[in-house]
Every structure is written in structure tokens, then in C-alpha cells.
T-cell receptor, first 114, second 114 residues
Framework: DTGVSQDPRHKITKRGQNVTFRCDPI?????LYWYRQTLGQGPEFLTY????????KSRLLSDRFSAERPKGSFSTLEIQRTEQGDSAMYLC????????????FGPGTRLTVL | DQQVKQNSPSLSVQEGRISILNCDYT??????FLWYKKYPAEGPTFLIS?????DKNEDGRFTVFLNKSAKHLSLHIVPSQPGDSAVYFC?????????????FGKGTRLSVIA
């Protein structure tokens, strides 16, 4: 399977705990994006990378959120001190700069904060 | 405020007929538009895109129309098939391609009735 993969697919945690999600993009894609989707809404942009450089962060990304892409391949998104409002689907996408222009999405990680 | 609006939360169409999904945007900086389809428990799947230098793009049963003066685009599916039943998201970017952060609408749930 050469698509975007995300791990875990589901995560249940208690308020105040830290969680980390992983995204593996399509191998030749140099851009990687993180989005968050809540019920009844479309995906909302969080942050994105070109290779290992983080190019932009949304104001939605509070200081409890941190994302990395250390070697320009996979990426991690960490949420510290989770709150119930963090419950959402976290989607990762990748694209090839200069390519046809569409982002390919992974299946998402559903986070539930109790 | 919503920069990309999909004002119809749901749409039901008979199999074989045309489905028309609408999208409006407010940000005049948007210059590239995409449609994604989403099934439950999966990430969004790219369908079709259009840049602001065009007013129509066609791919098989899917056609996207762009009216820049009205800041409106629509997705036509002809003929509609039961497998088209999904949530459709309109997305926009300001980078002349889909390789920059996307702004999504809330989606329209399409039901194609056999």
C-alpha cells in the first residue's frame, strides 16, 4: 500500500494525558499537512511541512500542540495536557510540490478525550 | 467566519439523474479549488480541481464549474450512481495549486437512491 498511513487509528485518553500521533506520507511527497476535523465540520488546517521545515502553523495550533518531521519523511503530532475539546479526527495529508496539486489524505486518527 | 460555504448539508438524487453540489467562497485571494469525497471511517479522497484561470474542468462523470465574479463553484455528477453516496467537501487555496493549506467547507452529504 503506497498511500498515506496514520497510526493509531483510534486513541482514547484521559484529560491531562499526552498523546502522540504518527503520519507516514506517500514516499516521494515532500509536503505534509495536518488537519483536524470535528463533527459536522470540514477539515481545518493545523500545520504543514516542506521536507523537515515547518512552513506554517494555524492559530488553531495552541502551545499544547507540537508537530515535527525530523528527517523529512514521517511526521508526529503531539498534544500535551489533553482537554475534552481536543476530541476530533486528526487527518494527515501529503503532496508533491510542483505536482498536479492535490493533497492525498490518510484515514485519520480519531482522538477521544474523556 | 466561514470563507468556504456549502449551504446544503444534504442532497438526495435518483440514480441516473444529475447531482449538483454548490460551494461559495468569500476570500478573493483563493485561486485554486478542489472537491473531495469522504466515506465514513476514511480520509477525504480527491475528485477534481480547477484553477481560477479556467471556468470548467471535466473528468469522466464529474465536472466542476467556476464563476469567479459570483465567487461560486459547483460540482456536477452525471449520471449519479449509488456508489457516489458520500460527503462531498469543497476546498480552496491561495497558492495556485493544492500544494498549500486548504480551507474546507462543512460538506454536503449526497445520497443517491437506486
Amino acid at each position: 500500500d503506497t498511500g498515506v498511513s496514520q497510526d493509531p487509528r483510534h486513541k482514547i485518553t484521559k484529560r491531562g494525558q499526552n498523546v502522540t500521533f504518527r503520519c507516514d506520507p506517500i514516499s516521494e511527497h515532500n509536503r505534509l499537512y495536518w488537519y483536524r476535523q470535528t463533527l459536522g465540520q470540514g477539515p481545518e488546517f493545523l500545520t504543514y511541512f516542506q521536507n523537515e521545515a515547518q512552513l506554517e502553523k494555524s492559530r488553531l495550533l495552541s502551545d499544547r500542540f507540537s508537530a515535527e518531521r525530523p528527517k523529512g519523511s514521517f511526521s508526529t503530532l503531539e498534544i500535551q495536557r489533553t482537554e475534552q475539546g481536543d476530541s476530533a479526527m486528526y487527518l494527515c495529508a501529503s503532496s508533491l510540490e510542483g505536482g498536479a496539486g492535490e493533497q492525498f489524505f490518510g484515514p485519520g486518527t480519531r482522538l477521544t478525550v474523556l | 467566519d466561514q470563507q468556504v460555504k456549502q449551504n446544503s448539508p444534504s442532497l438526495s438524487v435518483q440514480e441516473g439523474r444529475i447531482s449538483i453540489l454548490n460551494c461559495d467562497y468569500t476570500n478573493s485571494m483563493f485561486d485554486y479549488f478542489l472537491w473531495y469525497k469522504k466515506y465514513p471511517a476514511e480520509g477525504p479522497t480527491f475528485l477534481i480541481s480547477i484553477s481560477s484561470i479556467k471556468d470548467k474542468n471535466e473528468d469522466g462523470r464529474f465536472t466542476v464549474f467556476l464563476n469567479k465574479s459570483a465567487k461560486h463553484l459547483s460540482l456536477h455528477i452525471v449520471p449519479s450512481q449509488p456508489g457516489d453516496s458520500a460527503v462531498y467537501f469543497c476546498a480552496a487555496s491561495a497558492g495556485y495549486s493544492g500544494n498549500t493549506p486548504l480551507v474546507f467547507g462543512k460538506g454536503t452529504r449526497l445520497s443517491v437512491i437506486a
